[in-house]
């Protein structure tokens, strides 16, 4: 049920007559920014532009503190670089709305908008990889697929590891870990996306196996055989969980298929990421 409000005139026989037209401009900015804490972001910017009072209140630090996660100072110090309290609560939502690269441009983080929890990439650059130094074995290709513009291809190896190490302090909640991994190997010809899969081998004679442990005592570990040639897959390593807020976590995570009774090839390797598991089923 909803209520209105309207002001009337009293002429001298006593009727009501033309009433006072009260408009959303008359409302106090205070009653606007407490609506607007129940609102997700997208909703108050569109509403930020009706008039001057909620352009107003949609700047109120307290409104944007409710959407950033629990640890904001600690991601503003860490990632931009910057105190959090020489910026206003709105810029530091909007400039982690978007990726922001970190530790030597190796590492991205980011708010996930639907969700207001913090997600987390690294690049192949930033973990250990069996003989990645060796052209015989990888190369390094610059491509537009990867958010860090650069892939690791193999051509053909019998030991394959990839082993990881990351600190980093995430907000209390459950959170899911993924390879971002493709058979074959994609460029463009005529404006078009092909993928060249001559070289993809041995991933259907034995699965890799994918493992995570934390500093908390969480672990976990799948295996899967690589499918699908010449699309980008995110392979599920598993989910641990943080309770503490404000505490460091250390993650390490691998995947390995290390039968050396043949080899393997054809495989790209782009990074790691880190979703908020309540978006997981996004990436299958």
């Known amino acids: 049920m909803g209520a209105g409000v309207s002001c009337f005139l009293r002429e001298d026989n006593g009727e009501l007559t033309s009433p006072m037209k009260l408009n959303l401009g008359d409302l106090p900015e205070s009653c606007v920014s407490g609506i607007f804490m129940y609102l997700d972001p997208p909703e108050i910017c569109r509403l930020a532009s ?126 899911s870990l993924f390879f971002r991994l493709q058979l074959g190997k994609s460029s463009r010809r005529f404006g078009r996306r092909v993928c060249n899969v001559d070289q993809v081998h041995g991933w259907n004679i034995k699965p890799v196996r994918f493992q995570l442990s934390t500093s908390n005592g969480h672990r976990a570990s799948s295996e899967c055989y690589l499918h699908e040639p010449g699309e980008w897959h995110h392979y599920h390593v598993g989910d641990f969980v943080v309770d503490g807020p404000n505490t460091p976590m250390k993650i390490k995570l691998s995947m390995m298929q290390i039968d050396c009774t043949h080899t393997k090839g054809g495989l790209c390797l782009d990074s790691v990421f880190i979703y908020p598991s309540e978006i997981r089923e996004r990436f299958k």
Not at 53 to 59: E, N, T, V, W, Y
Not at 107 to 119: E, P
């Open 50 to 175: 009706l008039n001057r009072a909620f352009r107003g209140a949609s700047s109120a630090d307290f409104v944007w503190e409710s959407k950033l996660p629990s640890n904001y100072k600690f991601l503003a110090k860490a990632i931009l670089d910057q105190s959090p309290e020489t910026l206003g609560k709105k810029e530091i939502y909007a400039k982690f709305s978007t990726p922001n690269f970190f530790d030597g441009g190796t590492k991205q983080a980011w708010l996930d908008k639907s969700s207001g929890k913090i997600c987390l990439s690294i690049s192949y650059k930033a973990l250990r990889v069996t003989g990645i130094d060796d052209r015989r074995y990888w190369s390094h290709i610059v491509s537009e697929e990867s958010r860090y513009q650069a892939i690791a291809y193999l051509q053909k190896i019998w030991w394959f590891e990839v082993v990881g190490e990351v600190e980093f302090e995430f907000p209390p909640g459950t959170y």
